[in-house]
């Protein structure tokens, strides 16, 4: 066989579906509106019932189905992560003092129960943020705060419904460019065979 087409083939088959190529993938989060909350008066700006939680994580590659992963904001296998409680947003770039992620998924792979604690130091204020996807009817799930170091009372939301995810993944440019790649070269030996068949 065509040592070109053999290349090709095995460039091809990486793409195909059942392979095991770690793919990047962003797990993105909408949480409830804020149903409880109270607001201090240390602190400018207010929690209201129009503000939810919203996030992402993206990983290195896609967690297995009926799976978990348990990880820290910083390390390796978290790519970005970025938070937002309608106020004050947590990122992986602005480095928060404390960030934990655990998620467990279903068969399919979707995101089923999930435990995320945020904490960073906005000086000279503390912003926590925290999510639990297996929050029992009364309890929160969503909830967040924003809080003065000196130990005054602060502003705190919560809600009392979980929120949802989508999961989207992420092909990185190494990855379409080993497609397109492959698909010139099965193109190139097509043309090279058809010219050594013989014409009638």
């Known amino acids: 066989m065509n040592p070109k087409l ?15 190529i770690a793919v990047p993938t ?19 700006g207010a929690y209201t019932n129009s503000m939810r939680l919203t996030g992402s994580i993206t990983l290195k590659e896609a967690i297995a189905p009926d799976s978990h992963i348990s990880t820290r904001g910083h390390r390796p296998e978290v790519l970005a992560f970025s938070f937002n409680d309608g106020r004050v947003e947590h ?9 934990q ?15 995320i604690l945020i904490r960073r ?7 926590v943020l925290s ?4 929050c029992d009817p009364g309890f929160w799930c969503d909830d967040v705060e924003l809080s ?21 993944p992420v092909p990185e440019p190494s990855t ?25």
């Open 148 to 168: 003065p170091e000196d130990g005054r009372r602060g502003d705190r939301a919560y809600t009392v419904l979980k929120g949802s995810w989508t999961v989207t």
């Open 101 to 115: 992620f655990i998620l467990l998924t279903n068969a399919s792979g979707g995101i089923e129960h999930w435990n």
């Open 91 to 99: 990122t992986k770039a602005n480095a928060p003092s404390f960030a």
């Open 6 to 20: 053999i290349i090709a083939c095995a460039s091809l088959s990486a793409l195909l579906p059942g392979t095991s």
């Open 176 to 200: 379409y460019a080993l497609f397109l790649a492959g698909i010139a070269i099965v193109a190139v030996a097509a043309r090279l065979r058809s010219r050594r068949l013989p014409t009638c």
């Open 26 to 44: 962003i797990y993105s989060y909408v949480g409830t509106p804020y149903t409880p909350f109270w607001n201090g008066i240390t602190i400018p």
């Open 121 to 127: 130091y906005i000086d000279p204020w503390t912003a």
């Open 131 to 134: 999510t639990y996807g297996n």
